[in-house]
C-alpha cells in the first residue's frame, strides 16, 4: 500500500483559498488519489478523485503533477463549516481496494 | 432514502460482555467494512467483506468478529478479548471492490463505551 503524508493541521481565514499537499512517493501505476472529509462524530465523507492532472467539482479541486508522487487539494473561499479532518488516500484498482486512512490534516477555518 | 444505517448511536456495556454494533445498507453494494477510530486518530481497519459469506481481517481484527449473511448487513461483534474496546465504530459500504471508482459510504457512527 502506498502511504501517505499530509501536514497535521492547518488553520485559514475564512473566504481563503485553501490548499492541502499529500505525498504519496510510492504510488503505483493502477493508483487513484482520493481525498474525504471528516468532521467530528461523524463518518468520512468522499470529495474527490483523480488519477493525473487536474479534477475540479463543485465542492473541490484536486491537482496532480505527471511524476504522481504528491497530489494538492485545493478548497476555494473556505467557509466555517470547511473546519473538518481532510484525509489523503492512495486506492488500487483492479482488486480489493483495501485502503489505509491516516491521521489525515485537521483544517481550522478562522472567521 | 439509500444509505447506510449503524444502531445503536451510543453504547455502554461492562467489562467482560460481548457487544454486536449493526449496520445495514440497501445501497445495494458488494463490498462492506469496519473501522475503528480512537479519539485524534484516523480509521483503521477491522474487517471487510467483498461479498456475500466472505469476509478478511483488517489491521486490527483481533477481539473482533463478522458475519456477512445478507448483501446489506454486516454486523460487528465487540468481544471480552478486545483489550480496549472503547472507540468510535465506522461501518462503511462501496459499489464494487474492482471498480476505480470505488468511493466510501459511511454510516453515522456507534460510540461504544465500555464502563
Known amino acids: 500500500l502506498a502511504k501517505t503524508t499530509q501536514p497535521i493541521s492547518m488553520d485559514s481565514y475564512e473566504g481563503q483559498e485553501v490548499n492541502i499537499t499529500c505525498s504519496h512517493n510510492?504510488?503505483?501505476?493502477?493508483?487513484?488519489i482520493t481525498w474525504y472529509q471528516q468532521f467530528p462524530s461523524q463518518g468520512p465523507r468522499f470529495i474527490i478523485q483523480g488519477y493525473k492532472t487536474k479534477v475540479t467539482n463543485e465542492v473541490a479541486s484536486l491537482f496532480i503533477p505527471a511524476d504522481r508522487k504528491s497530489s494538492t487539494l485545493s478548497l476555494p473561499r473556505v467557509s466555517l463549516s470547511d473546519t473538518a479532518v481532510y484525509y489523503c488516500l492512495v486506492v488500487t484498482t483492479g482488486g480489493y481496494q483495501k485502503v489505509t486512512f491516516g491521521t489525515g490534516t485537521k483544517l481550522q477555518v478562522i472567521p | 432514502d439509500g444509505g447506510i444505517t449503524q444502531s445503536p448511536k451510543y453504547l455502554f456495556r461492562k467489562e467482560g460482555q460481548n457487544v454486536t454494533l449493526s449496520c445495514e445498507q440497501n445501497?445495494?453494494?458488494?463490498?462492506m467494512y469496519w473501522y475503528r477510530q480512537d479519539p485524534g486518530q484516523g480509521l483503521r481497519l477491522i474487517y471487510y467483506?467483498?461479498?456475500?459469506?466472505?469476509?478478511q481481517k483488517g489491521d486490527i481484527a483481533e477481539g473482533y468478529s463478522v458475519s456477512r449473511e445478507k448483501k446489506e448487513s454486516f454486523p460487528l461483534t465487540v468481544t471480552s478479548a478486545q483489550k480496549n474496546p472503547t472507540a468510535f465504530y465506522l461501518c462503511a459500504s462501496s459499489i464494487d471492490p474492482l471498480e476505480g471508482n470505488n468511493e466510501q459510504f459511511f454510516g453515522p457512527g456507534t460510540r461504544l463505551t465500555v464502563l
Open positions: 445501497l445495494n453494494h458488494d463490498a
Open positions: 510510492n504510488i503505483a501505476t493502477n493508483d487513484y
Open positions: 467483506s467483498q461479498i456475500v459469506n466472505d469476509f
